[in-house]
Structure formats: C-alpha cells, structure tokens
C-alpha cells in the first residue's frame, strides 16, 4: 500500500515534487500522504494533526479565542440589559390598582 503525495509550493514558493509514501530511508508504516497545501509528509495516521509548530496555526486559535472572548462580553451585556430593564419595569410599577370608575353591583338585584 502507498499514496502519492503530488508537488506543491511550500511557504517560500518553491516547488517541491512529488513523492510515494512510504518514502525510501523513512518508516515503513508511514503510508498516507498528510500535510496542507504548503507542507506535504507521509504519515501512519491519515486524521492525525500537522505535528509541527507554525505561526499561522497560533494566530487561528488566537482570533478564535478573541473571538468567542468579544461574544461572551456582548451576551453577558445583553442579560445584564435585560435584568436591569426587567427590574425597572417591575420597581416602577404603580401598586394600588387603580379606580375604573365602575361600581359593582351584585347580579340578580335591581335597584329601584
């Protein structure tokens, strides 16, 4: 079993040709070709992840964080908005009822 890894341009634009996996002088369990679009290598694992460090990859999780970070800062502002209000509407309400101007009378008598 082998898989062809096909040529690419690596992070200085220089092209690199392609190779079979397992590669001669390599580990011989290494049959899959993983990689990106920039680096290419052969691997044992096909869903394994890039093993190597690379700016690009902190800089992704970086925005993630900041990201999910300016969320959670904008929903919490909203319920504390919403308890704020809710709690203004409820303290302001006014608590004797108030007069219709109806008197009730009791059903079945008529007065005269």
């Known amino acids: ?3 062809e890894c096909s040529s690419y341009l690596n992070a200085d634009k220089v092209l690199v040709s392609g190779f079979s996996c397992p590669r001669t002088g390599g580990d011989a369990g290494a049959v899959y070709c993983c990689g990106f679009q920039d680096v290419k290598y052969c691997c044992d694992d096909p ?3 890039f093993p190597y460090e ?3 990859m902190w800089w992704l999780s ?9 969320a959670a800062v904008v929903l919490f502002a909203f319920i504390i908005t919403v308890c704020v209000l809710c709690y203004l509407f409820i303290s302001t ?20």
Do not use: E, N, W
Not at 62 to 70: K, Q, R
Not at 104 to 110: E, F, P, S, V
């Open 54 to 56: 690379h700016s690009y």
């Open 1 to 3: 079993m082998s898989a």
């Open 62 to 70: 970086v925005g993630a964080l900041v990201g999910l970070s300016i």
């Open 93 to 112: 309400k006014p608590r004797s009822k108030l007069d219709t101007g109806l008197s009730l009378q009791m059903a079945g008598k008529t007065s005269c």
């Open 47 to 49: 869903h394994s992840f």
